[in-house]
């Protein structure tokens, strides 16, 4: 019973999250980012400035909370990966699967409102370099798991851990944005699928080659 409360808090509290970001996202892919203010957002979640910035610190991450989710998501593979599976094909198969449900994380995605948020995403210079943050998370969370996955007495676990996570990191973030040029020049996903499996595995052949240890 004593649960009870505190998880319809913490449902009230996403509950907020989700409505402060979606009403920014709406108001910047109408007007543009530079030109809504915090008032207009707050205005249209409903909430005051004060509790608008106890959520979230910048506009810019009102725009990226949809991100969040996928923060952890490389170390949440890595971790969930079925015995006898070397880190490195988990994560192939996690992003084929990813192309195959057209997942925009991906970039492989043609829906209208994925488009449109693309569009504002990579047109926003401050919100690709606040993604750089969420960048940096993300290759953290993966470092943590990966150097659990070495043997015993490897040299130098963390950094040998680290490095891999950023190589994995940006193989990905360079697959997903050339699949949005792809996208964003007009080509539909279902035509650029197989060029995209392509890249992907070709990605991760290369990463192979240098990191035998999670391969």
């Not at 980012?33 to 910035?53: C, G, N, Q, R, Y």
């Not at 690709?128 to 470092?143: F, I, V």
């Not at 680290?162 to 973030?173: D, M, N, P």
């Amino acid at each position: 019973m004593s649960q009870h409360p505190a998880g319809l808090r913490e449902r009230k509290r996403q509950r907020t999250y989700q409505a402060i970001s979606d009403a920014a996202v709406t108001l910047f892919l109408e007007k543009g980012f530079d030109a809504v203010s915090v008032s207009e957002i707050a205005e249209a979640a409903d909430v005051s400035k004060p509790t608008l910035f106890r959520y979230f610190p910048t506009k810019e991450d009102m725009a990226l909370y949809r991100f969040a989710d996928h923060e952890d998501e490389a170390a949440r593979v890595v971790a969930g990966r079925d015995a006898g599976v070397p880190p490195l094909a988990a994560l192939e198969d996690h992003f084929l699967a990813g192309l195959e449900a057209r997942d925009p994380v991906t970039g492989l995605c043609d829906a209208p409102e994925v488009l449109a948020f693309h569009r504002l995403l990579y047109g926003t210079p401050s919100l690709m370099a606040r993604l750089h943050s969420y960048t940096a998370r993300s290759e953290a969370a993966l470092a943590c798991e990966l150097e659990q996955t070495l043997p015993a007495g490897s040299p130098t676990p963390r950094t040998t851990a680290q490095l891999a996570a950023g190589q994995v990191i940006t193989t990905q973030r360079v697959l997903a944005t050339a699949n949005w040029h792809r996208i964003s020049q007009g080509e539909r996903a279902d035509s650029v699928h197989q060029a995209a499996v392509q890249d992907a595995r070709h990605g991760f052949a290369l990463l192979r080659t240098g990191l035998t240890p999670f391969t």
